[in-house]
């Protein structure tokens, strides 16, 4: 869960660690009676512990659509990856998939088991996954569960035609656009920022639409006049986020690389995107990195705008921490990082943690992207070519939190005062934990 040092250069990580953990084995235990529904809430735990966790606060239906929207979706994702399965053959399956939702004998054995993981890293639901799984089990579960989901994806058909007409409408219109979308761009390359966007609307866009729509046929939620719009951005927001933070990832994939950087970004600074993972390239692959950043921080005003929008606690909630973590957290880590492009670069586990415990309201939301905001302005350097246009958008979005005038409000994200003060409760803890366990074996 974490080193010692660790928890002594951060102590106020250590309860947050400890609670999620409590409440992610609370969660594995809350599973349905029935065979199918056993099925879809176990395949949860297996694949995503930590989704389970995020979507166990919704109400029993809403989770019941958004836990089959996830295993639809993974299963879709799945058969994109394999990149062991012919383009002649993997095409009609994409096509096709909406129709297979409806169809309790349908079923596909991937032949690769290596593309399954991919999922974790280029799929919507993903971005929040990976770290949280992380966070909480190190260890990540093997890819036979990927298998027996595709083998079994029967048990997903059946819970699927239990929903109600409503969430069966928007599950399917979803799948169907982006099946369409995904097998577009296994033909087409991410040449122009129009493309980039319209790639991340298929894989990312429509997920935030789906989810909207799933909240809307719920009755829980009445969004803006614009919440298809503002509900694509918040997709885009968090694959753009994925997409740089996964360059190396999906740069080294064999037996083909993954290319999602679009080459009128890119083709500025290299003359193959590959050649930016190169340390002589190091200056100019931190320059792209940072106008790859700087793209994404468009979407944050409407991501602000859709989580204000938002009535009930629990989709709040659901939408605000992947928000907060992986977003704007990890942009802050990854802008003028030459680290992208040479490892994983993500967030500290108890932060992690710390955010999803504190986030409960939308000024924590306001306080989470004002803090983030303010450490990626420290690490912009001015002889950057798109610095003018990053710090445009970092002040834009600090405004936009200051004016809402909840800042004072709460407690610091990054710079958690008293610390010092906290390392000596931490110690005592850890003296008092070996006295109790020396007491206990004598």
């Known amino acids: 869960m974490g080193s010692l040092g660790t928890f002594l250069r951060y102590p106020d990580d250590v309860y947050p660690l400890l609670k999620m953990k409590r409440a992610i084995e609370k969660a594995e235990k809350q599973i349905p009676p029935e065979p199918h529904w056993g099925f879809c809430y176990s395949m949860l735990h297996k694949v995503s512990r930590s989704f389970s966790l995020v979507i166990q ?51 596909y054995s991937c032949k690769s088991e290596e593309s399954f993981n991919l999922f974790e890293l280029s799929h919507p639901f993903g971005i929040l996954l990976c770290d949280l799984q992380i966070l909480i089990n190190p260890t990540l579960g093997g890819t036979k569960e990927y298998k027996v989901l595709m083998d079994q994806f029967h048990h997903v058909a059946a819970a699927f035609l239990e929903l ?10 979803i799948t169907k656009r982006m099946g369409a979308g995904m097998a577009k761009f296994i033909c087409q390359e991410v040449e122009t920022v129009d493309d980039y966007d319209e790639y991340c609307h298929y894989v990312a866009g ?16 009445v969004l803006l006049p614009d919440w ?20 190396l990832e999906d740069i080294n994939e064999i037996p083909k690389s993954r290319m999602f950087w679009p080459r009128k970004i890119w083709g500025k600074y290299a003359d193959k995107l590959e050649d930016l993972k190169y340390e002589e390239n190091s200056t100019k692959a931190v320059h792209c ?7 994404a921080l468009t979407h944050i005003e409407d991501c602000l705008n859709y989580m204000a929008a938002l009535r009930d606690p629990s989709i709040f909630r659901f939408c605000a921490i992947p928000q907060q973590i992986m977003a704007i957290g990890t942009l802050a880590l990854c802008y003028n990082n030459v680290q992208v492009f040479r490892g994983v670069v993500k967030l500290r586990r108890g932060l992690t943690a710390k955010v999803i415990d504190r986030t409960k309201t939308m000024a924590d939301v306001y306080g989470a992207f004002y803090d983030f905001s303010c450490m990626l302005k420290t690490k912009v350097d001015k002889n950057d070519p798109n610095a003018s246009m990053t710090l445009n958008r970092l002040e834009a979005v600090q405004k936009v939190c200051r004016d809402t005038g909840v800042l004072q409000k709460r407690k610091s994200y990054i710079n958690d ?14 003296l008092l934990a070996i006295v109790f366990a020396y007491l206990r074996a004598n």
């Open 289 to 295: 990195l940072n106008e790859m950043v700087t793209n």
């Open 164 to 173: 109600e007409k409503g969430y069966q409408e928007a599950i399917e219109e």
């Open 228 to 247: 298809e719009h503002i509900s694509n951005s918040m997709g885009l927001f968090l694959q753009k986020t994925n997409i740089i933070r996964d360059y």
């Open 417 to 430: 005062k008293g610390q010092s003060y906290n390392v000596y409760i931490v110690m005592l803890v850890i």
């Open 206 to 221: 429509l997920v935030g639409l789906g989810l909207s729509k799933l909240f809307l046929a719920s009755g829980s939620e």
């Open 57 to 107: 606060q919704l109400g029993t239906d809403l989770r019941n659509a958004v836990c089959v929207f996830y295993l639809v979706l993974r299963a879709l994702d799945t058969v994109e990856d394999d990149t062991s399965i012919p383009t002649d053959e993997k095409l009609p399956i994409l096509i096709a998939f909406h129709r297979h939702i409806y169809d309790t004998d349908w079923h």
